[in-house]
C-alpha cells in the first residue's frame, strides 16, 4: 500500500489535486457573485463541484495508479503488454467523465439560473443561453485537461505552480470574455458557431494531447508485442496528420463561408491556414513511440500558434472590426495575428537553435548542404522571373493591357523605394517563417517522401501537387478570386503541381526542409514587390479567364521540367541499389 500511495502522489501530487479544486472553486464563486448568484442554489453547486472532483480523484487512483507496475512493483497487469491497452481505454474513459461532468455542471448551474438571466434581459431565447453554456464548458474543459496535464509532467510543486497558475489564468480570462461578449453583444446563435466550431477543434486536440501524453510516459511499464515495442505506429500518424492539416481545413470551410456571405475579410483564416500541416506532423510525432528526442518546446509554439490563429480568425467573423491599411481595408484581427505570428516566430527560432543537434536531426530541421541549399534557393529566384517572363510574353500576344503590366513591372523594379521593398521582404522572411514553415513541413517533410513510397517518385509528387492545390479550395473561392473561384482552383492545382515538383526536388537533393521554406516565403512575397509592397492587395479577388488557363500551364513548365530529371525519375534509386547489391 505504502508503494501504492508513492505512486499516486508521482502521478498526481496531492498539492495539485488542492490547488486545482481550490482554483476552481474560486473561479465558480467569482462568476457567481458577478451574476448575483451566490444564493443557496450556488452553494449547493460548489458542494457538488468538489464532490465531482474527489470522485475525480478516486477514478485517477484506482484506474491509472493499479495499471502501471515496472517503477513500482505493483499492478493487476504487471508487466502485460495488454496493460498498455487497458491504460489507454482508461485515460479515454477518465477524459470523457471529466467532460460529462464539466457539461452537467454548467448545465445545471444554467437550469438553476435561467429565469434570473432572461429576467434580467442577458438573453434573447433559449438556444442562445445555451449556446453560451456550452462555449462556456468548453473553455473550462480546455483549460482544465491542459492544467491537469501539467500536473502529471511534474513532481516538485515549486516547478509546476507558475505554469498551472498561468493557465488557471487563461481559462479565467476566456470564460469571463465569452461572459462579457453575451452579456455586452447577445450575439444571435448563428454568430456564435465560429467560435463553437474552434473550441471543439481544440477541445479534442488537447484530449488527444491528454491521452497520448500519459500513453508515452507510461508505455515502458508493460511487456513487448509479439511484432516489437508496441508495433509500428506509422498509420496512426498518417491519420493524425491528415486529421489536423486536411480535416480542420475542411472543418473551417463553413466558418469562411459565414464570413464570406457578410462580406468580411478572411485575410486571418489563411494564416491560420498555414499552420495546419506542421501542426498535424507536431501532434503525430509527438505522440509516436519511435521517434527518438524531439524538439518539444518548439513543437508545442508551433501547436499554440496555430491554436490562437485559429480564435482569432473566428473572431474575425463574430466580431469584424475594419481597418484601412495601405489603402486596402483588413480586420483588425489581421493585424493581432501578425504581430502574434511575430512573437511566436521568435519563440520557435530560439527553441530551434537551442534543442540540440540531436533533437534537430530527429525532427528534419538541420540546415543541411548549405551550399547547394543556397544554390538552389537562387535557382528557384531565376525560375520564378522566368516563369513571370514567360506568362507576361504570352499575355501579350492575347491582350494590349500586358505591356502596361511590364511598364509597371519595370517601373517598380528599377524606382527608388525599390531597395526599401526588397529589405522589407528581408526582414518579413527573418520575422514570419515559421507560416511557410508550416506548410512546407507538413508538404515536404511528412508527406512527400511517404506518397513517393506509396505511389513512386515522380508520381507521388504529381499527386501530392494536386492534393495541396485542392486544400487551397475554400480560400480559392472566398479569398484570391471569388468571381472565378473554379479557374482559381485549376490554376491552384497546376501552380501547386509545378512548384511541388521543384520544392520536392530541391528538398531529395539537399535534404534541407528550409529551402523549400525559403522558396515558398519567396514564392507568395515577391508579388509584394510588384504590387508595391501590399501583399493583402495583391492577392485578393483575382479575375482569371479560362482562355489564361494555358498561359499558367506553359509559364510553369520551367518547374514542369524537373519532373524528368534522374532524380524524380527514380533512375538515381536505382543505381545506388545496384551498388550496394555488388
Not at 470523457?96 to 434573447?124: D, S
Not at 514567360?390 to 511590364?406: E, G, P, Q, T, Y
Given at each position: 500500500?505504502?508503494?501504492?500511495?508513492?505512486?499516486?502522489?508521482?502521478?498526481t501530487?496531492?498539492?495539485?489535486?488542492?490547488?486545482?479544486?481550490?482554483?476552481?472553486?474560486?473561479?465558480l464563486?467569482?462568476?457567481?457573485?458577478?451574476m448575483?448568484?451566490?444564493?443557496?442554489?450556488?452553494?449547493?453547486l460548489?458542494?457538488?463541484?468538489?464532490?465531482?472532483?474527489?470522485?475525480?480523484?478516486l477514478?485517477?487512483?484506482?484506474?491509472?495508479?493499479?495499471?502501471?507496475?515496472?517503477?513500482?512493483?505493483?499492478?493487476?497487469?504487471?508487466?502485460?503488454?495488454?496493460?498498455?491497452?487497458?491504460?489507454?481505454?482508461?485515460?479515454?474513459?477518465?477524459?470523457?467523465?471529466?467532460?460529462?461532468?464539466?457539461?452537467l455542471?454548467?448545465?445545471?448551474?444554467?437550469?438553476?439560473?435561467?429565469?434570473?438571466?432572461?429576467?434580467?434581459?442577458?438573453?434573447?431565447?433559449?438556444?442562445?443561453?445555451?449556446?453560451f453554456?456550452?462555449?462556456?464548458?468548453?473553455?473550462?474543459?480546455i483549460?482544465?485537461?491542459?492544467?491537469?496535464?501539467?500536473?502529471r509532467?511534474?513532481?516538485?510543486?515549486?516547478?509546476?505552480?507558475?505554469?498551472i497558475?498561468?493557465?488557471?489564468?487563461?481559462?479565467?480570462?476566456?470564460?469571463?470574455?465569452?461572459?462579457?461578449?453575451?452579456?455586452?453583444?447577445?450575439?444571435?446563435?448563428?454568430?456564435?458557431?465560429?467560435?463553437?466550431?474552434v473550441?471543439?477543434?481544440?477541445?479534442?486536440?488537447?484530449t488527444?494531447?491528454?491521452?497520448?501524453r500519459?500513453?508515452?510516459?507510461?508505455?515502458?511499464?508493460?511487456?513487448?508485442?509479439?511484432?516489437?515495442?508496441?508495433g509500428?505506429?506509422?498509420?496512426?500518424?498518417?491519420?493524425?496528420?491528415?486529421?489536423?492539416?486536411?480535416?480542420?481545413?475542411?472543418?473551417?470551410?463553413?466558418?469562411?463561408?459565414?464570413?464570406?456571405?457578410?462580406?468580411?475579410?478572411?485575410s486571418?483564416?489563411l494564416?491560420?491556414?498555414m499552420m495546419?500541416?506542421?501542426?498535424?506532423?507536431?501532434?503525430?510525432?509527438?505522440?509516436?513511440?519511435?521517434?527518438?528526442?524531439?524538439?518539444?518546446?518548439?513543437?508545442?509554439?508551433?501547436?499554440i500558434?496555430?491554436?490562437?490563429?485559429?480564435?482569432?480568425?473566428?473572431?474575425?467573423?463574430?466580431?469584424?472590426?475594419?481597418?484601412?491599411?495601405?489603402?486596402?481595408?483588413?480586420?483588425y484581427?489581421?493585424?493581432i495575428?501578425?504581430?502574434?505570428?511575430?512573437?511566436?516566430?521568435?519563440?520557435?527560432?530560439?527553441?530551434?537553435?537551442?534543442?540540440?543537434?540531436?533533437?534537430?536531426?530527429?525532427?528534419?530541421?538541420?540546415?543541411?548542404?548549405?551550399?547547394?541549399?543556397?544554390?538552389?534557393?537562387?535557382?528557384?529566384?531565376?525560375?520564378?522571373?522566368?516563369?513571370?517572363?514567360?506568362?507576361?510574353?504570352?499575355?501579350c500576344?492575347?491582350?494590349?493591357v500586358?505591356f502596361?503590366?511590364?511598364?509597371?513591372?519595370?517601373?517598380?523594379?528599377?524606382?527608388?523605394?525599390?531597395?526599401?521593398?526588397?529589405?522589407?521582404?528581408?526582414?518579413?522572411?527573418?520575422?514570419?517563417?515559421?507560416?511557410?514553415?508550416?506548410?512546407?513541413?507538413?508538404?515536404?517533410?511528412?508527406?512527400?517522401?511517404?506518397?513517393?513510397?506509396r505511389?513512386?517518385?515522380?508520381?507521388g509528387?504529381?499527386?501530392?501537387?494536386?492534393?495541396?492545390?485542392?486544400?487551397?479550395?475554400?480560400?480559392?473561392?472566398?479569398?484570391?478570386?471569388?468571381?472565378?473561384?473554379?479557374?482559381?482552383?485549376?490554376?491552384?492545382?497546376?501552380?501547386?503541381?509545378?512548384?511541388?515538383?521543384?520544392?520536392?526536388?530541391?528538398?531529395?537533393?539537399?535534404?534541407n526542409?528550409?529551402?523549400?521554406?525559403?522558396?515558398?516565403?519567396?514564392?507568395?512575397?515577391?508579388?509584394?514587390?510588384f504590387n508595391?509592397?501590399?501583399?493583402?492587395?495583391?492577392?485578393?479577388?483575382?479575375?482569371?479567364?479560362?482562355?489564361?488557363?494555358?498561359?499558367?500551364?506553359i509559364?510553369?513548365?520551367?518547374?514542369?521540367?524537373?519532373?524528368?530529371?534522374?532524380?524524380?525519375?527514380?533512375?538515381?534509386?536505382?543505381?545506388k541499389?545496384?551498388?550496394?547489391?555488388?
Amino acid at each position: 500500500m505504502k508503494k501504492f500511495i508513492t505512486a499516486y502522489r508521482v502521478f498526481t501530487p496531492d498539492l495539485y489535486t488542492l490547488f486545482a479544486f481550490l482554483g476552481g472553486s474560486a473561479v465558480l464563486i467569482g462568476i457567481g457573485a458577478f451574476m448575483n448568484t451566490v444564493t443557496l442554489p450556488g452553494i449547493a453547486l460548489i458542494v457538488v463541484s468538489c464532490l465531482l472532483a474527489s470522485l475525480d480523484v478516486l477514478c485517477d487512483y484506482f484506474v491509472f495508479q493499479s495499471i502501471f507496475s515496472k517503477d513500482y512493483g505493483f499492478g493487476i497487469l504487471a508487466n502485460s503488454h495488454h496493460g498498455y491497452d487497458v491504460l489507454r481505454m482508461g485515460v479515454r474513459a477518465d477524459q470523457l467523465r471529466r467532460f460529462i461532468q464539466i457539461f452537467l455542471v454548467e448545465f445545471v448551474t444554467g437550469i438553476i439560473l435561467t429565469n434570473r438571466m432572461f429576467e434580467a434581459g442577458y438573453f434573447n431565447n433559449t438556444v442562445n443561453y445555451f449556446g453560451f453554456l456550452t462555449l462556456i464548458a468548453l473553455a473550462v474543459y480546455i483549460g482544465d485537461t491542459i492544467s491537469l496535464n501539467i500536473t502529471r509532467k511534474f513532481t516538485n510543486y515549486a516547478e509546476g505552480i507558475l505554469p498551472i497558475s498561468l493557465f488557471s489564468v487563461l481559462e479565467t480570462v476566456a470564460v469571463f470574455g465569452i461572459t462579457m461578449i453575451f452579456l455586452n453583444e447577445n450575439p444571435e446563435p448563428v454568430a456564435t458557431m465560429p467560435l463553437l466550431v474552434v473550441l471543439a477543434v481544440l477541445a479534442v486536440v488537447v484530449t488527444y494531447c491528454m491521452c497520448e501524453r500519459v500513453n508515452l510516459r507510461f508505455k515502458d511499464s508493460f511487456g513487448e508485442r509479439k511484432d516489437g515495442r508496441f508495433g509500428d505506429d506509422s498509420k496512426k500518424k498518417m491519420i493524425v496528420f491528415l486529421a489536423i492539416a486536411f480535416g480542420i481545413d475542411i472543418i473551417m470551410i463553413p466558418l469562411m463561408k459565414f464570413g464570406f456571405d457578410r462580406g468580411i475579410d478572411l485575410s486571418v483564416f489563411l494564416v491560420a491556414q498555414m499552420m495546419y500541416p506542421a501542426c498535424g506532423v507536431a501532434l503525430a510525432k509527438l505522440g509516436s513511440y519511435n521517434e527518438g528526442k524531439l524538439p518539444k518546446a518548439a513543437y508545442v509554439t508551433v501547436l499554440i500558434l496555430g491554436a490562437v490563429c485559429m480564435i482569432l480568425a473566428a473572431l474575425s467573423i463574430m466580431m469584424p472590426v475594419s481597418m484601412d491599411v495601405q489603402g486596402t481595408e483588413t480586420t483588425y484581427y489581421y493585424l493581432i495575428a501578425s504581430s502574434v505570428v511575430i512573437i511566436f516566430n521568435i519563440f520557435f527560432t530560439v527553441f530551434i537553435c537551442a534543442c540540440g543537434r540531436e533533437k534537430r536531426e530527429n525532427a528534419g530541421l538541420k540546415f543541411n548542404n548549405p551550399v547547394r541549399s543556397v544554390l538552389f534557393i537562387l535557382l528557384h529566384l531565376v525560375l520564378y522571373f522566368s516563369y513571370l517572363l514567360i506568362a507576361v510574353f504570352l499575355i501579350c500576344r492575347i491582350s494590349d493591357v500586358a505591356f502596361n503590366i511590364v511598364d509597371d513591372y519595370i517601373k517598380v523594379i528599377f524606382s527608388a523605394d525599390a531597395p526599401k521593398l526588397w529589405v522589407s521582404v528581408l526582414l518579413n522572411l527573418i520575422l514570419s517563417f515559421v507560416l511557410f514553415f508550416g506548410e512546407e513541413y507538413g508538404w515536404r517533410y511528412y508527406l512527400q517522401p511517404r506518397m513517393q513510397k506509396r505511389f513512386g517518385t515522380a508520381l507521388g509528387t504529381i499527386l501530392l501537387g494536386i492534393a495541396w492545390g485542392v486544400w487551397h479550395a475554400g480560400a480559392d473561392f472566398m479569398y484570391y478570386s471569388s468571381e472565378t473561384g473554379p479557374q482559381m482552383l485549376v490554376v491552384q492545382v497546376i501552380a501547386c503541381i509545378a512548384m511541388g515538383i521543384f520544392f520536392g526536388y530541391a528538398y531529395m537533393k539537399t535534404n534541407n526542409i528550409w529551402v523549400p521554406v525559403t522558396m515558398h516565403f519567396f514564392n507568395n512575397n515577391l508579388v509584394a514587390v510588384f504590387n508595391g509592397g501590399n501583399i493583402l492587395d495583391a492577392t485578393q479577388n483575382k479575375v482569371i479567364g479560362w482562355g489564361q488557363i494555358p498561359v499558367y500551364i506553359i509559364g510553369y513548365a520551367v518547374m514542369w521540367a524537373f519532373i524528368f530529371t534522374p532524380t524524380m525519375l527514380g533512375k538515381v534509386r536505382k543505381v545506388k541499389e545496384a551498388e550496394n547489391a555488388q
